[in-house]
């Protein structure tokens, strides 16, 4: 995944790094399109996806490439292997610390998502340990994402991303939601409030709604998202990254 877009030269030549060594070398598009220098997108769209991949799956994460004396890194985490830059994405895919960690050799490369990750990646693809590419250390830069508030009566968080379609996708968690829920009891009820809407109840499908109406539910990663169907919810509701979103708890 990377911050390349798809209209320069950039994606074909990390991947022909690797197809010139290894022909039969499988490789998978995550996205292209991370929105530039933006390694909070990165992280969302990363961290939704990359668990449904094979264990021991290499991921080459090249966003903000060009951040100032960022070294390059190879992790282990999850039971996955990843190359990137060292600019804090790696603490927000995951709340786990990294199994190991390792810097690569950044060289003078003014292009090191070919020179280095590519080349990194498939080293650790066919078998070389994090020791064998790079000098292993105990940390790497970390940033702290919002977190949420909980409270018995309110869960209060925020839009982390929107997406292609312009869904709002929240840092509220299904799990989080139901352990409140739990807390309460039978009878407790609920309002979803966002910008100037209040919504009594989740939905489970985008169709459960009419093309044009708002939809609220826990999406495939267990986020709550807001949306409208085949609507953009971010430019109709004028909500973007970091706007609030409350869940308010009643029993009365």
């Known amino acids: 995944m990377s911050d390349f877009g798809t209209v320069d030269h950039y994606v074909a030549a990390v991947k022909a790094a690797i197809v010139s060594v290894a022909p039969a070398q499988p490789i998978t598009d995550i996205t292209h399109d991370i929105r530039p220098?933006?390694?909070?997108?990165?992280?969302?769209?990363?961290?939704?996806?990359?668990?449904?991949?094979?264990?021991?799956?290499?991921?080459?994460?090249?966003?903000?490439?060009?951040?100032?004396?960022?070294?390059?890194?190879?992790?282990?985490?999850?039971?996955?292997?990843?190359?990137?830059?060292?600019?804090?994405?790696?603490?927000?895919?995951?709340?786990?610390?990294?199994?190991?960690?390792?810097?690569?050799?950044?060289?003078?490369?003014?292009?090191?998502?070919?020179?280095?990750?590519?080349?990194?990646?498939?080293?650790?693809?066919?078998?070389?340990?994090?020791?064998?590419?790079?000098?292993?250390?105990?940390?790497?830069?970390?940033?702290?994402?919002?977190?949420?508030?909980?409270?018995?009566?309110?869960?209060?968080?925020?839009?982390?991303?929107?997406?292609?379609?312009?869904?709002?996708?929240?840092?509220?968690?299904?799990?989080?939601?139901?352990?409140?829920?739990?807390?309460?009891?039978?009878g407790v009820r609920y309002l979803v409030r966002f910008g100037r809407e209040a919504f009594p109840q989740l939905n489970t499908y985008f169709s459960d709604v009419e093309s044009g109406d708002c939809y609220v539910l826990f999406n495939s990663s267990d986020q709550l998202q807001i949306g409208i169907n085949k609507g953009n919810a971010s430019e109709l509701l004028g909500l973007s990254v970091d706007s609030p979103v409350l869940i308010e708890f009643s029993t009365e």
């Open 37 to 186: 220098f933006d390694i909070s997108h990165a992280a969302n769209v990363l961290r939704s996806v990359y668990k449904d991949f094979p264990a021991k799956t290499v991921h080459i994460v090249a966003v903000d490439a060009m951040r100032e004396k960022s070294n390059a890194l190879a992790i282990e985490l999850d039971g996955h292997l990843f190359v990137g830059f060292d600019s804090g994405i790696f603490s927000l895919v995951s709340e786990k610390k990294p199994d190991q960690i390792a810097i690569l050799a950044n060289g003078q490369s003014t292009f090191p998502a070919k020179d280095v990750l590519a080349k990194t990646a498939l080293q650790l693809a066919t078998g070389k340990s994090l020791k064998d590419v790079g000098t292993i250390v105990s940390e790497m830069t970390e940033l702290y994402a919002r977190q949420l508030k909980v409270t018995k009566r309110e869960i209060a968080g925020n839009v982390v991303a929107v997406d292609r379609y312009g869904n709002l996708i929240t840092n509220i968690k299904k799990p989080e939601f139901e352990k409140i829920l739990e807390i309460n009891g039978a």
